[in-house]
């Protein structure tokens, strides 16, 4: 695929109000830092189902909307930097996208070998057991 993802890289270019509906008051209301890591680390640390999503060379699957992929490459066709991915801790060594599920399956098939993303404070003592990514700001 012919895009090239663009995302934020400074975390005081990011509001997390304008994510109300994405995310519970644990994680909206506390700290957060962009990190980055290839993709093939971040798939050990996703859950299974996510990381298959990810791996496949299709854009369009029935699991998300099409209109929001769209948008995700018109968006960085014209330059437009987008708030990465916030993966969340689940337990079990596990993470998930709590938004930016659309955001990720474009940019997975995009050629680059690295991924930004959102880690929240909160769950660091626990990601930092199984996943070490790179911190970004």
Known sequence: MSVTPIWHQRT?????????????????????????????????????????????????????????????????NSGVPLIPPMLIDIGNNTLVPADGKHRLKVAS?????????????VDLENVNQYFCPELVD
């Open 12 to 76: 005081a270019d990011i509001n997390l109000e304008m994510q109300p509906d994405q995310l519970i008051d644990k994680y909206s209301k506390g700290g957060f830092h962009i990190y980055k890591s290839s993709w093939d680390d971040l798939k050990k640390a996703m859950d299974p189902n996510y990381a298959k999503l990810y791996s496949s060379p299709k854009l369009y699957t029935r699991n998300q909307e099409k209109e929001k992929l769209d948008r995700v490459i018109d968006n960085w």
């Open 109 to 121: 098939l995009a050629e680059s070998d690295d991924i930004y993303f959102i880690l929240f404070d």
